[in-house]
């Protein structure tokens, strides 16, 4: 079995996670995750962590450099079919790849420590959701909005704006609010 990226350079055993038994690249670092392995190390953990997208947006003890592989479309090792990718949006991106066939997962150099540092690592499959990629790309559009109206307002008129959003979409009557402001501020419909 060759490394899907390197093409010409075998994989060799290897394991993550104390043990679960991968194949590894020594030229690039990658790692193939063969799904029968994967899932049998998944049936060994107590319980799946459960990881809400928001965590990707918090400023986390991630040391990641993207690898230079990462960018390269790659076939899987197994059954030669193009693996799947999944963005994993985080201030220095990066792709975690699937075949969608044996359902085998490819990690980059460095991928499989962000992954685990992130609690991700033990359920890498919702990475390749609709769902969960949807609900990342919300969070990231809420930040955007967040980045844009504390630069248009400033810090402390942000802050307050965003302390008063909270507040009035938690009062039962926080739509009414909301139409006050926008007609003192001369916003009409």
Not at 14 to 36: D, F, N, R, Y
Request: glycine residues 6%; contains cysteine.
């Amino acid at each position: 079995m060759n490394c899907p990226k390197c093409k010409n350079v075998s994989l060799i055993d290897g394991t993550l996670a104390g043990h679960l038994a991968v194949k590894q690249c020594m030229e690039c670092k990658g790692t193939w995750i063969p799904a029968s392995e994967y899932e049998a190390w998944q049936a060994s953990l107590a319980q799946l962590p459960s990881v809400d997208p928001e965590l990707l947006s918090q400023t986390l003890p991630v040391d990641f450099v993207q690898s230079p592989f990462d960018t390269k479309a790659a076939l899987c090792p197994e059954c030669r079919r193009y693996l799947s990718r999944a963005k994993v949006k985080l201030k220095t991106p990066f792709y975690v790849e699937r075949c969608l066939t044996c359902e085998g997962i490819w990690c980059d150099y460095g991928e499989w420590d962000v992954l685990s540092k992130l609690g991700l690592h033990a359920t890498i499959e919702q990475l390749f959701s609709n769902e969960w990629q949807a609900r990342v790309e919300k969070q990231q559009q809420s930040e955007k909005e967040r980045e844009a109206t504390t630069e248009k307002l400033g810090s402390d008129l942000a802050t307050r704006v965003f302390e008063l959003a909270e507040l009035l979409a938690k009062h039962p009557n926080g739509d009414f609010g909301v139409a006050y402001l926008m007609r003192r501020v001369g916003v009409t419909k």
